[in-house]
C-alpha cells in the first residue's frame, strides 16, 4: 500500500526518500532572474513572474536571452555564483549522517555542472550523497524504483503527478511556479522538510 502524507499520518522515512536539485537545492531561478535582470537590463523581471515551469509561457522575455541564460545554467557558465536554497546543504547532510547516502535525480542532461556544485556547498559533516541525471522529466520514476525510493521531493508539477501515477510520492516544494491545483503534500522550506522526516 502506499504510504499517505496527511498530519496524522506516517512521516517521511529518511531511508526512501529523494530529491530533485533545480528549484529545491539550487536556488536556480533566484540565478535566472539575478542574470537577466543585471546582465540583461530587465530589471522588472521579478521572481514572483515565473508563475509556470516553461518560462516562454509565462515571461515576456526575448527567447534569445532566456535560452542563453538557460544554457549558462545548465553548463555552470554563469559568473555569479548558484545559491543553495536556504538551509537545504545543513538538512542535507544532517538526513546523511541518520540515514546514509543522500539521493539527487535531475532532469539536467548530465551532472557534470550540479555534482560538482553539490559537494561544494555541503558541510565537510556529510554521510554522502549520489547524483543521478536523466536527461528527461519520465525517467526519473525508473531510477527511484531502481533505488527503492518511496517519497521524491520535486518542483515540477506535472512530474509529481507522473511519478504518483508510478507509485511513488511526490512532495511538492513550494515554488510560484507549481502554484497550480494538486492532491499533494507540500513544503515551503527546508525547516518543515526536516520536520517531515523527523529528523533529530
Ligand atoms: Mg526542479
Known sequence: MKPLLTEAGPRIDPATVAFDIDGVVADTMRLFVDIVREEFRH????????????????????????????????????????????????????????????????ARPDAGFIEPWLHS????????????????????????????????????????FTLNEGGITPVVFRQPWNRQPHPFVEVGDWAELADLMALP
Open 43 to 106: 530589471s522588472e523581471l521579478r521572481y514572483e513572474d515565473i508563475t509556470c515551469y516553461r518560462l516562454e509561457d509565462c515571461l515576456d522575455l526575448d527567447p534569445e536571452i532566456r535560452n542563453t541564460v538557460i544554457a549558462q545554467l545548465i553548463e555552470g557558465s554563469h559568473r555569479r555564483p548558484l545559491e543553495p536554497i536556504p538551509g537545504a546543504p545543513e538538512v542535507i547532510a544532517r538526513l546523511s549522517r541518520l540515514a546514509g547516502p543522500v539521493l539527487f535525480v535531475t
Open 121 to 160: 556547498v555541503l558541510p565537510a559533516s556529510h554521510n554522502g550523497v549520489r547524483v543521478v541525471a536523466t536527461g528527461d522529466f519520465d525517467a526519473k520514476l525508473e531510477v527511484l524504483r531502481h533505488h527503492e525510493k518511496v517519497f521524491f521531493v520535486e518542483d515540477r508539477l506535472e512530474t509529481c
